[in-house]
């Protein structure tokens, strides 16, 4: 991009950069939910793998606000190229494990690009980012609330059955 471009950006390059990476991380988010999504159908849990249909198209929607964003800032998104997605778990519970893990991954990276726009005074960004921030917390929620299932209702088959029918 030219130095005449970025300089006429409503927003800076540094917080442009660590959103593009937020794109990347969000379009990740959406590939890997459809791999957990995958492993489901193919394992006979089908109300698992409606939730994290919908939790792709989710992620994906994220990914894309954030990508209009940038270019409605003068910026420039890029669409991002994803590579080593896990297709393989051996239950269930580490399924939603990861799922967890993917969303405290995400939550700390939004925080720091929360921390770093209102360090470059980049108060757009950080308005945009607050509906990130609460998004978050509601999905952190829906994955332990999820994930205390298991330790209520156990492991074995047929509770398996019914964790689904309840994810459902
Ligand atoms: Fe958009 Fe749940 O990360």
């Known amino acids: 991009m030219k130095d005449i471009a970025r300089q006429?950006?409503?927003?800076?390059?540094?917080?442009?950069?660590?959103?593009?990476?937020?794109?990347?991380?969000?379009?990740?988010?959406?590939?890997?939910?459809?791999?957990?999504?995958?492993?489901?159908d193919q394992n006979s849990l089908p109300g698992s793998a409606d939730f994290l249909y919908q939790q792709?198209?989710?992620?994906?929607?994220?990914?894309?606000k954030i990508f209009k964003f940038i270019n409605d800032c003068g910026g420039n998104a890029i669409s991002p190229e994803i590579t080593n997605l896990n297709h393989d778990f051996s239950s269930l519970e580490e399924v939603f494990e990861t799922a967890l893990e993917q969303e405290i991954a995400v939550t700390k990276?939004?925080?720091?690009?929360?921390?770093?726009?209102?360090?470059?005074?980049?108060?757009?960004?950080?308005?945009?980012?607050?509906?990130?921030?609460?998004?978050?917390l509601e999905e952190e929620k829906s994955m332990r609330d999820i994930l205390d299932l298991f330790e209520v209702m156990g492991r074995d088959g047929i509770a398996i059955k019914l964790i689904d029918e309840r994810i459902k």
């Open 109 to 136: 990276s939004i925080n720091k690009i929360v921390s770093l726009a209102k360090k470059s005074e980049d108060y757009a960004v950080e308005n945009f980012l607050q509906w990130f921030v609460n998004e978050q």
């Open 8 to 40: 006429q950006m409503s927003i800076k390059v540094s917080t442009m950069d660590a959103l593009n990476e937020q794109i990347k991380m969000e379009g990740k988010a959406s590939a890997s939910y459809l791999a957990m999504a995958s492993w489901c």
């Open 56 to 64: 792709a198209s989710e992620e994906r929607e994220h990914m894309l």
